[in-house]
Protein backbone atom coordinates (compact mmCIF):
# COMPACT_ATOMS: atom_id res chain seq x y z
CA UNK A 1 0.00 0.00 0.00
CA UNK A 2 0.97 3.25 -0.69
CA UNK A 3 0.47 5.75 2.14
CA UNK A 4 0.56 9.35 0.86
CA UNK A 5 0.67 12.13 3.31
CA UNK A 6 -1.55 15.03 2.46
CA UNK A 7 0.52 18.55 2.19
CA UNK A 8 0.06 20.90 4.49
CA UNK A 9 -1.92 24.32 4.20
CA UNK A 10 0.39 27.39 3.98
CA UNK A 11 0.17 29.21 6.57
CA UNK A 12 -2.63 32.38 6.59
CA UNK A 13 -1.01 35.62 7.69
CA UNK A 14 -2.75 36.68 11.06
CA UNK A 15 -5.20 39.76 10.58
CA UNK A 16 -4.53 42.31 12.92
CA UNK A 17 -7.52 43.11 15.14
CA UNK A 18 -8.42 46.17 13.72
CA UNK A 19 -9.58 44.62 10.07
CA UNK A 20 -10.55 41.40 11.83
CA UNK A 21 -13.26 43.43 13.65
CA UNK A 22 -13.90 45.74 10.44
CA UNK A 23 -14.45 42.58 8.77
CA UNK A 24 -17.03 41.33 11.21
CA UNK A 25 -18.82 44.33 10.97
CA UNK A 26 -19.34 44.61 7.73
CA UNK A 27 -20.67 40.66 7.66
CA UNK A 28 -23.36 41.88 10.38
CA UNK A 29 -24.22 44.89 8.80
CA UNK A 30 -24.93 42.86 5.36
CA UNK A 31 -26.75 39.93 6.98
CA UNK A 32 -28.78 42.96 8.77
CA UNK A 33 -29.25 44.96 5.66
CA UNK A 34 -30.90 41.35 4.14
CA UNK A 35 -32.70 40.67 6.89
CA UNK A 36 -34.48 43.95 6.80
CA UNK A 37 -35.06 44.00 3.26
CA UNK A 38 -36.82 40.34 3.24
CA UNK A 39 -38.91 41.00 5.89
CA UNK A 40 -40.18 44.21 4.16
CA UNK A 41 -40.70 42.22 1.26
CA UNK A 42 -42.59 39.53 3.07
CA UNK A 43 -44.74 41.77 4.55
CA UNK A 44 -45.41 43.47 1.49
CA UNK A 45 -46.54 39.93 -0.11
CA UNK A 46 -48.74 39.37 2.70
CA UNK A 47 -50.40 43.07 2.12
CA UNK A 48 -50.53 41.63 -1.60
CA UNK A 49 -52.08 38.18 -0.87
CA UNK A 50 -54.87 40.15 1.57
CA UNK A 51 -55.78 42.31 -0.84
CA UNK A 52 -56.87 39.43 -3.42
CA UNK A 53 -59.64 38.54 -1.27
CA UNK A 54 -60.89 42.12 -1.05
CA UNK A 55 -62.37 44.38 -3.70
CA UNK A 56 -58.81 45.73 -4.17
CA UNK A 57 -57.38 42.16 -5.70
CA UNK A 58 -55.47 43.92 -8.75
CA UNK A 59 -54.90 47.32 -7.72
CA UNK A 60 -51.36 47.78 -8.38
CA UNK A 61 -50.63 52.05 -6.98
CA UNK A 62 -47.91 52.51 -8.36
CA UNK A 63 -49.02 51.01 -11.95
CA UNK A 64 -51.56 53.95 -11.32
CA UNK A 65 -49.03 56.54 -11.18
CA UNK A 66 -46.98 55.55 -13.30
CA UNK A 67 -48.61 53.07 -16.12
CA UNK A 68 -47.32 50.44 -18.44
CA UNK A 69 -46.50 51.97 -22.21
CA UNK A 70 -48.10 49.73 -24.98
CA UNK A 71 -45.26 48.20 -25.73
CA UNK A 72 -44.50 46.42 -22.13
CA UNK A 73 -44.98 43.01 -21.71
CA UNK A 74 -45.88 43.51 -18.02
CA UNK A 75 -43.05 42.17 -16.11
CA UNK A 76 -43.87 39.27 -13.85
CA UNK A 77 -42.53 42.08 -11.35
CA UNK A 78 -46.14 44.18 -11.74
CA UNK A 79 -47.21 43.77 -8.40
CA UNK A 80 -48.37 45.70 -5.73
CA UNK A 81 -45.31 44.35 -3.46
CA UNK A 82 -42.71 45.24 -6.08
CA UNK A 83 -39.77 46.51 -4.44
CA UNK A 84 -39.23 50.50 -5.94
CA UNK A 85 -35.72 49.37 -7.58
CA UNK A 86 -37.45 46.53 -9.16
CA UNK A 87 -40.37 48.33 -10.59
CA UNK A 88 -39.39 48.06 -14.02
CA UNK A 89 -41.29 48.28 -17.75
CA UNK A 90 -39.86 46.04 -19.69
CA UNK A 91 -40.80 45.48 -24.18
CA UNK A 92 -40.31 42.20 -25.70
CA UNK A 93 -36.72 41.30 -26.36
CA UNK A 94 -35.31 41.19 -29.74
CA UNK A 95 -32.22 39.28 -31.29
CA UNK A 96 -30.11 38.74 -33.63
CA UNK A 97 -27.82 35.31 -33.81
CA UNK A 98 -24.18 36.54 -34.23
CA UNK A 99 -23.19 33.38 -36.70
CA UNK A 100 -19.62 34.35 -37.58
CA UNK A 101 -18.77 34.43 -34.07
CA UNK A 102 -17.56 31.79 -32.41
CA UNK A 103 -19.88 29.37 -30.59
CA UNK A 104 -20.85 29.80 -26.55
CA UNK A 105 -22.18 27.07 -24.64
CA UNK A 106 -26.36 27.26 -24.02
CA UNK A 107 -27.55 24.16 -22.40
CA UNK A 108 -24.11 23.13 -21.15
CA UNK A 109 -22.42 20.61 -22.52
CA UNK A 110 -25.23 19.30 -24.46
CA UNK A 111 -25.48 22.39 -27.16
CA UNK A 112 -23.54 25.40 -28.69
CA UNK A 113 -24.80 28.14 -30.57
CA UNK A 114 -23.79 31.43 -32.15
CA UNK A 115 -24.03 34.13 -29.84
CA UNK A 116 -27.19 36.55 -29.07
CA UNK A 117 -27.09 40.47 -29.51
CA UNK A 118 -30.41 41.37 -27.84
CA UNK A 119 -32.43 44.12 -27.91
CA UNK A 120 -35.20 45.64 -26.10
CA UNK A 121 -37.10 48.76 -24.57
CA UNK A 122 -36.96 49.51 -20.98
CA UNK A 123 -38.36 52.50 -18.56
CA UNK A 124 -37.46 51.97 -15.16
CA UNK A 125 -40.30 53.28 -12.72
CA UNK A 126 -40.87 57.43 -12.78
CA UNK A 127 -38.67 57.64 -15.65
CA UNK A 128 -40.07 59.74 -18.34
CA UNK A 129 -38.39 58.23 -21.75
CA UNK A 130 -37.59 54.62 -22.05
CA UNK A 131 -33.70 53.66 -23.07
CA UNK A 132 -32.66 50.87 -25.42
CA UNK A 133 -31.45 47.95 -23.25
CA UNK A 134 -28.89 46.30 -25.87
CA UNK A 135 -27.21 42.70 -24.55
CA UNK A 136 -24.51 40.67 -25.64
CA UNK A 137 -24.70 36.92 -23.70
CA UNK A 138 -25.51 37.26 -19.71
CA UNK A 139 -22.92 39.58 -18.54
CA UNK A 140 -22.63 41.99 -21.27
CA UNK A 141 -25.33 45.46 -21.30
CA UNK A 142 -25.48 49.05 -22.48
CA UNK A 143 -27.92 51.11 -22.39
CA UNK A 144 -28.81 54.14 -24.91
CA UNK A 145 -31.02 56.74 -24.87
CA UNK A 146 -34.07 57.42 -27.59
CA UNK A 147 -31.54 59.46 -29.42
CA UNK A 148 -28.17 57.68 -29.16
CA UNK A 149 -29.83 54.08 -29.91
CA UNK A 150 -31.04 56.05 -33.53
CA UNK A 151 -27.94 57.65 -34.20
CA UNK A 152 -26.37 53.68 -33.65
CA UNK A 153 -28.65 52.11 -36.07
CA UNK A 154 -27.57 55.10 -38.43
CA UNK A 155 -24.04 54.10 -38.55
CA UNK A 156 -24.99 50.73 -38.44
CA UNK A 157 -27.10 50.86 -41.71
CA UNK A 158 -24.54 53.29 -43.31
CA UNK A 159 -21.72 50.85 -42.82
CA UNK A 160 -24.19 48.34 -44.30
CA UNK A 161 -24.99 50.81 -47.51
CA UNK A 162 -21.32 50.69 -47.81
CA UNK A 163 -19.97 47.64 -47.66
CA UNK A 164 -22.66 46.30 -50.38
CA UNK A 165 -21.30 49.48 -52.62
CA UNK A 166 -25.02 51.87 -51.98
CA UNK A 167 -23.03 54.67 -51.15
CA UNK A 168 -19.58 55.90 -49.39
CA UNK A 169 -18.69 56.03 -45.76
CA UNK A 170 -19.30 58.59 -44.31
CA UNK A 171 -21.40 60.12 -46.67
CA UNK A 172 -24.64 60.38 -44.67
CA UNK A 173 -24.75 62.53 -41.84
CA UNK A 174 -26.99 61.89 -38.94
CA UNK A 175 -30.30 63.74 -38.77
CA UNK A 176 -31.87 63.41 -35.24
CA UNK A 177 -35.09 64.45 -36.95
CA UNK A 178 -35.18 60.96 -39.33
CA UNK A 179 -34.64 62.95 -42.41
CA UNK A 180 -32.48 61.23 -45.26
CA UNK A 181 -29.23 63.00 -46.41
CA UNK A 182 -30.47 64.21 -49.81
CA UNK A 183 -31.40 67.67 -49.39
CA UNK A 184 -33.21 68.06 -52.88
CA UNK A 185 -35.80 65.39 -50.62
CA UNK A 186 -39.10 67.42 -50.85
CA UNK A 187 -40.52 65.06 -48.54
CA UNK A 188 -37.67 65.73 -45.94
CA UNK A 189 -37.01 69.05 -46.74
CA UNK A 190 -39.81 70.78 -47.65
CA UNK A 191 -40.08 74.08 -49.21
CA UNK A 192 -40.57 77.07 -46.74
CA UNK A 193 -44.51 77.02 -46.80
CA UNK A 194 -45.19 73.47 -48.27
CA UNK A 195 -46.15 71.12 -46.17
CA UNK A 196 -44.75 67.50 -47.06
CA UNK A 197 -47.50 64.84 -47.25
Known sequence: MNSTTPTPEPARPELPPT???????????????????????????KNEAAARGTSDAH?????????????????????????PDDRVHIGPTLAVSLVTMEPVAVDYPS??????????????YREKE???????????????TLAEA????????????????????????????????DV???HCYPIAGEVSA
Open 19 to 45: VRERAEKAGRDAKLAFEVQYRAELAAY
Open 59 to 83: VVTWLQEDPCDDWCVGDPDHRAGTH
Open 111 to 124: RWAPPEVTVSLERL
Open 130 to 144: PRIAIGAGDDTHMYA
Open 150 to 181: EQLASKLVEAVRAARGWTSPGSGLFDPDGRCP
Open 184 to 186: ACR
